[in-house]
T-cell receptor, first 116, second 113 residues
């Protein structure tokens, strides 16, 4: 299965600042996904990022707050902009395994963000 | 509704079987997944089942699917302390040709020595 390296693993940030999270995959993948997991909650999809096109955002998430880059088939970034304490969450990237849906989705180890 | 539902907590004695239940919503879901999240870690894919199957067994794990009732369960045989984690079910929903995962609320499994 794909191996995902996600950085940073954790950070503590001041409110009003921005943080960019990186996700590197060891193989080429078409679709990459960004999720948010608020404390004690389940995972919520933020957006889907395809290489060469703009990311598709889920209801409740906007590009100005969570800009995403997808410059090639192995890399993506998610920026959390103008942060507030409500943005404190774990952010995870995910890829669909090659071979299609039945092979599942692999997740990075996550970025634990605390906004103070 | 849109939610994929699970019981929040489950406690099981070491050596017993654990059964984690999940109710999903989309009858057209193609695959259903079980993920494990240990403290401070990401998500690990445990197993999955295709929607035209009733059961899938993989070593200590057994997945049962009742498509009529939209009910999915994960049975862990001979539960060990290393099985302590949060377990998420997820359904793969297709919308306008794109597929995405919708996760359940997660069940925290605690092992009693």
């Amino acid at each position: 299965s794909a191996v995902i390296s996600q950085k940073p693993s954790r950070d503590i940030c001041q409110r009003g600042t921005s943080l960019t999270i990186q996700c590197q995959v060891d193989s080429q993948v078409t679709m990459m996904f960004w999720y948010r997991q608020q404390p004690g909650q389940s995972l919520t999809l933020i957006a889907t990022a395809n290489q060469g096109s703009e990311a598709t955002y889920e209801s409740g998430f906007v590009i100005d707050k969570f800009p995403i880059s997808r410059p090639n088939l192995t890399f993506s970034t998610l920026t959390v902009s103008n942060m507030s304490p409500e943005d404190s969450s774990i952010y995870l990237c995910s890829v669909e395994e090659s071979g299609g849906t039945g092979y599942g989705y692999t997740f990075g180890s996550g970025t634990r963000l605390t906004v103070v | 509704g849109e939610d994929v539902e699970q019981s929040l907590f489950l406690s099981v004695r070491e050596g017993d079987s654990s059964v984690i239940n999940c109710t999903y919503t989309d009858s057209s879901s193609t695959y259903l997944y079980w993920y494990k999240q240990e403290p401070g870690a990401g998500l690990q894919l445990l197993t999955y089942i295709f929607s035209n199957m009733d059961m899938k067994q993989d070593q200590r794990l057994t997945v049962l699917l009742n498509k009529k009732d939209k009910h999915l369960s994960l049975r862990i045989a001979d539960t060990q302390t290393g099985d302590s984690a949060i377990y998420f079910c997820a359904e793969a929903r297709r919308n306008f040709g794109n597929e995405k995962l919708t996760f359940g609320t997660g069940t925290r499994l605690t092992i009693i020595p």
